[in-house]
């Protein structure tokens, strides 16, 4: 599973340009599903398994990942940009970008050395920022990169320590988790959706919300652990290392209740390692979902990730592990009629 | 050995405080072209000896900026304090090695946004860690003073530029030994020493004990200046592509200066001003033993101190086309 999160992790999809992501997960679970891909781009994957499910349900995990837009290539060939889902300033800062088209920048700061102790108390904003792409002028910078153009964090997957490191864990961990059920035998039917667009308000699953109309849905995600020594008790929100995360209310969503107890109970009768969010915070796709239609039972089931929505989440490959088993257990579940 | 090449060596090794491999980098490379040497200090010094003992010394500094670790923490987290001049606000989310007992990969923590206040102050070190991911058994590999670098290794942006986190000195270093290969096989009239020195982050330290270590006449120092850069005044800084620039100070010896500008007439090179002294380690060379005639030649380099420092190729060529050219032009005792 770390193999395929790594290669995942390393494929570059901002949001509304999850090409290469697609293209990668569709030549993984081709001939393992009645595939169609929406006029979105969310691939609609259905599982055939052993049994007739007794209520339609849908696993959802989106492709794209934060990255940056280009806006405009000044005189200087300095590349000024968007964000393309939330980025926060020092995130941005000091760090490396790759472009559709290959191009390779850094985000330039003016040098502490120049800045006077009140420019070192704040942070720079958004619009002063820009890219060097090591071009010489407007000309030359425009053979590299075009405005429009989205770039992401350069691909950087690695293990530190006993956790892995990487860019767009959120959410490739959720589409590992899906492919990896799709490509195994089910109990049941079920139909996975990897989504677009989430980074830019959960635009991707309302759509797929919508077409596949199911009774019941699981959001496969991750979400922000703050276990830092910059935080302590609640504000840490959820513990690396601690296991699946299961909701009871983001800023998206109000989760079913029933289906939010049966989840836990389920972990804990089959002992896989769950924990809870003790910050009502975040969003998710479960936000488009369960006010789809005339309404969808919903749950999210997340991957606790330090520093989500920079170049470097931190995660452990053990609450992976948990995720993946949170989630075919409340898949069977569910389609199984159990709860 | 391609510029490019030498480069990309000597930014994919670290150097801080006795930690890291760079300074071997240098000294193999130094080697091939030059009895090279290793002082008590660290400095590495390649020698290329002329017809007098009128000696010139070209110096660039090996050591980067950096962090030692000030206290481990449980969960596998370690606080550091900075060594050399960091910009806090870089650092969430930026990759580091720690070298303990083996080299642990870390990232500095950042907290997230529905933590913070509403008012946005920018985050220092005091209220930053570096996340090791390691779980257990963090107290037998990390210990207080390890060193801590950025892990930026070194990346082509476009064809003519590079970035890596040590190019602060590393293309000074580089530029060295482009011009000691290129005048070893050439006939000079003074001894031409090229001093790569340690701590220089720390206050110019590794220089003061280096110089006074050698007999010299003359030094030009090559380090890294500000290139254009948004938001910065143009008058502050040099332009990147524009070539070596070359610093006009009242700390440096104006017949030296001149000869810098004399060597460069058929190249594109670049004035830098500086009010005084120059915040290199040339400030600390020219007062070494009994004085010392000194200049300074620069790398415009944008992003400084941080892991997106970027050079141009054809800068840290001409700094060493400059170097060049004015060791082939001495005639040894003539400039005053």
Same mark, same amino acid.
């Given at each position: 599973m770390m193999q395929l999160l790594e290669k995942l992790c390393n494929l570059c999809g901002a949001a509304g340009r999850e090409d290469k992501v697609r293209d990668f997960i569709l030549s993984e679970i081709e001939g393992y599903a009645d595939i169609k891909v929406d006029n979105l781009g969310n691939i609609i994957a259905d599982k055939k398994g052993k049994k007739r499910a007794k209520i339609k349900v849908v696993a959802d995990a989106h492709m794209d990942e934060v990255g940056i837009i280009v806006t405009h290539i000044d005189e200087g060939g300095f590349v000024k940009f968007a964000t393309c889902g939330g980025i926060e300033i020092p995130a941005l800062l000091g760090k490396r970008f790759v472009f559709e088209k290959g191009a390779v920048g850094v985000v330039c700061s003016k040098p502490t050395h120049l800045c006077d102790a009140a420019e070192k108390k704040v942070l720079p904003k958004l619009d002063s920022l820009c890219i060097d792409?090591?071009?010489?002028d407007k000309k030359e910078a425009e053979e590299m990169v075009c405005v429009g153009e989205t770039a992401v964090f350069v691909p950087n997957f690695e293990k530190i320590g006993n956790l892995i490191c990487a860019k767009a864990l959120d959410d490739r961990v959720g589409c590992t988790v899906l492919i990896k059920l799709l490509k195994e035998e089910a109990e049941y039917d079920f139909t996975a959706v990897f989504s677009v667009q989430e980074e830019l308000g959960l635009r991707g699953a309302k759509v797929a919300a919508f077409s596949t109309n199911p009774d019941a849905a699981i959001i496969v995600e991750g979400t922000t652990a703050a276990d830092v020594p910059e935080s302590s008790g609640a504000n840490r929100v959820c513990h690396v290392g601690d296991g699946a995360v299961l909701s009871f209310m983001d800023r998206s969503t109000m989760y079913d209740k029933k289906l939010y107890d049966d989840g836990r109970r389920l972990a804990d009768q089959n002992g896989i390692k769950c924990q809870t969010k003790s910050v009502v915070a975040g969003g998710n796709n479960a936000g488009a979902y369960h006010i789809a239609r005339g309404g969808i039972r919903t749950a999210a089931v997340s991957l606790p990730c330090r520093y989500?929505?920079?170049?470097s989440s931190v995660a452990s490959p053990s609450d992976a592990e948990n995720v993946y088993r949170l989630v075919k257990l409340l898949i069977e579940k569910l389609a199984g009629g159990e709860i | 050995m391609e510029l490019k090449d030498t480069l990309f060596a000597l930014t994919g090794a670290d150097f801080l405080g006795g930690s890291g491999d760079a300074k071997n980098v240098i000294k193999e490379i130094a080697s091939q072209y030059a009895p090279t040497e290793e002082l008590k200090d660290g400095g590495i010094v390649a020698t290329l000896k002329g017809k007098t003992d009128y000696t010139l010394l070209f110096e660039a500094h090996y050591d980067q900026i950096g962090f030692v670790v000030t206290e481990v923490l449980e969960g596998g987290f370690v606080r550091v304090g900075n060594a050399?001049?960091?910009?806090?606000?870089? @650092?969430?989310?930026t990759r580091v090695k720690i070298y303990g007992k083996e080299v642990v990969k870390g990232v500095f923590t950042s907290v997230p946004p529905? @933590?913070?206040?509403?008012d946005e102050t920018a985050p220092d070190l005091s209220c930053l860690s570096i996340d090791t991911g390691l779980t257990d058994n963090v107290s037998d590999i990390i210990s207080l003073g390890d060193r801590v670098v950025f892990d930026a290794p070194p990346v082509m942006l476009g064809n003519d530029t590079v970035n890596a986190a040590s190019l602060d000195d590393r293309a000074g270093c580089a530029a060295l030994l482009w011009a000691l290969e290129n005048l070893s096989d050439k006939e000079l009239a003074v001894t031409v020493k090229f001093l790569f020195a340690d701590k220089e982050e720390l206050g110019m330290r590794g220089a003061v004990t280096s110089a006074f270590n050698i007999e010299l006449d003359e030094a030009v120092a090559v380090d890294v200046s500000f290139g254009d850069t948004p938001g910065v005044p143009s008058y502050q800084t040099g332009k990147m592509g524009g070539g070596a620039m070359i610093c006009h100070s009242p700390a440096l010896t104006k017949s030296v200066v001149d000869g810098l500008f004399e060597a460069s007439k058929d190249l594109v090179v670049q004035p830098e001003v500086t009010g005084g002294r120059t915040g290199t380690d040339i400030d600390v060379i020219s007062i070494s033993r009994g004085g010392v005639k000194s200049g300074l030649v620069s790398v415009p380099q944008r992003n400084m101190h941080t892991p997106a420092e970027t050079v141009r190729i054809s800068d840290v060529k001409s700094v060493a086309d400059v170097l060049i050219n004015y060791a082939l032009n001495h005639k040894g005792g003539a400039v005053k």
């Open positions: 792409v090591g071009a010489k989500i929505h920079s170049s | 050399g001049g960091i910009d806090p606000r870089i @650092l969430p989310s529905h @933590l913070k206040k509403e």
